[in-house]
C-alpha cells in the first residue's frame, strides 16, 4: 500500500469486549484449559477423514510420490496449515486488544520435514527428534491503522502466546494406545 493512500477497508472485526471476557476468565483461572477433540477415520491408501464438531471432515492424504492418491494435503501441510490458523488469530487477537484495526493479514509458512525412516517401515534407523519438522519458516503481511513498528510487535506477541506454535516448539507429553 502506498503510504499517501487511506485505508477504507478493514477486515472483519472481533467482539472486543467478548476478548476481553475471554482475558479475564484465563487471568482468574491461568492453569484452566480446554479439549479439542478429533475423529479420524482412514478410507484406505493413506486418504484420511477427521471430524471435527459438526464441520465438514478434514480431508487428508499423501502425494503420489509418497503412495497417497493426492486428494488433499498432507499430514505436514495440515499442520503448518494449523500454525498459521493460530498466528492469524493470534495477531488479530493483540491487534484487537491494542485497538489497531487490520486491513491486511497474510502468511506464507514453510517447513523442512524430515521423514527419511518412511514412518518406521524400512526407511532409515531415525530418533525421534532427528523426524518431522526441523525447521520452520513463516512471513508475515500485516496492514493496519499502526506504524511498521507497532504491528511487528503485534506479530511477535502473538507468536509468543500462540497455542499451535508453543505446541510445536515444546515437547508434549502423548500416549498412544489401542482402544479398550
Known amino acids: 500500500m502506498n503510504k ?3 485505508v477504507t477497508s478493514y477486515l472483519r472485526p472481533i ?3 467478548g476478548l476481553l471476557e475471554f482475558g479475564n476468565k484465563g487471568c482468574s ?5 480446554g479439549t479439542n477433540k478429533v475423529h479420524t477415520v482412514c478410507e484406505g491408501q493413506y486418504r484420511t477423514l477427521s471430524y471435527v464438531g459438526d464441520h465438514a471432515p478434514v480431508v487428508v ?4 510420490h509418497l503412495f497417497g492418491q493426492n486428494t488433499a494435503p498432507a499430514p505436514g501441510e495440515i499442520v503448518l496449515s494449523a500454525l498459521g490458523g493460530c498466528l492469524a488469530v493470534g495477531i488479530t487477537a493483540v491487534a484487537t486488544y491494542r485497538n ?3 486491513s491486511k493479514l497474510e502468511l506464507w509458512i514453510e517447513g523442512d520435514i524430515s521423514n527419511t525412516a518412511a ?3 524400512g526407511g532409515a534407523d531415525r530418533k525421534p527428534e532427528q523426524m518431522g519438522f526441523q525447521k520452520i519458516r513463516v512471513k508475515i503481511a500485516v496492514e493496519g491503522d499502526a506504524s511498521r513498528k507497532e504491528l511487528d510487535e ?3 506477541h502473538a507468536n509468543y ?3 499451535v506454535a508453543n505446541s510445536m516448539r515444546n515437547p508434549i507429553p502423548m500416549t498412544i494406545g489401542l482402544v479398550d
Open 4 to 6: 499517501t493512500e487511506t
Open 15 to 17: 467482539d472486543r469486549d
Open 29 to 33: 483461572n491461568p492453569d484452566g484449559y
Open 61 to 64: 492424504d499423501e502425494p503420489l
Open 100 to 102: 489497531v484495526k487490520l
Open 119 to 121: 514412518w518406521g517401515a
Open 154 to 156: 503485534i506479530v511477535q
Open 161 to 163: 502466546f500462540s497455542p
